[in-house]
């Protein structure tokens, strides 16, 4: 019930109070929610638009969300003889683009995916998986796969 002499804030699919933190953490109004089922619906409903946006998508609702930095996480990585493949928080899965990794300001990796359209920051785990298959190289450092030597080239990091 909204207190006496504070006017009731109307949801909108354009204003939804909805935000996703730089941290991958859902809050509402300021307020952030923990139930993980809720979180897990949120991160399964999240979709980047065409013109940049995201819109979390919930059965035939949906409403427009805040997204404050990368907005998928990187739960893990699988490999197979050629390519490197990103388990996602969507519990979606696609291949890496190795062109896209870089590392943010807390020396996190980030890529790029859904087309390119999402940042995806890399959990503890998945970077760690990912960072046994770095060798130096050069100059540089390669994914080394069985079939495959991947150059990568670490760039400074942008917002989401």
Do not use: C
């Amino acid at each position: 019930m909204a207190e006496i002499g504070l006017p009731k804030r109307w949801h909108t699919r354009e204003d939804s109070g909805l935000v996703l933190d730089r941290e991958l953490n859902w809050h509402h109004d300021g307020e952030r929610i923990t139930h993980p089922k809720i979180v897990e619906a949120f991160n399964q409903g999240l979709v980047p638009t065409e013109d940049g946006r995201f819109q979390l998508r919930i059965g035939g609702d949906w409403a427009y969300v805040t997204v404050e930095g990368p907005a998928y996480r990187v739960n893990a990585i699988d490999t197979d003889e050629t390519r490197i493949y990103l388990r996602l928080s969507d519990r979606t899965g696609e291949p890496l683009e190795p062109s896209t990794l870089q590392l943010d300001d807390d020396g996190v990796l980030t890529a790029r995916v859904k087309g390119g359209r999402a940042g995806a920051r890399f959990s503890r785990d998945a970077q760690f998986a990912l960072g046994q298959l770095l060798v130096p190289e050069g100059e540089g450092w390669v994914l080394l796969l069985p079939g495959r030597r991947i150059p990568v080239a670490f760039r400074p990091s942008t917002p989401g």
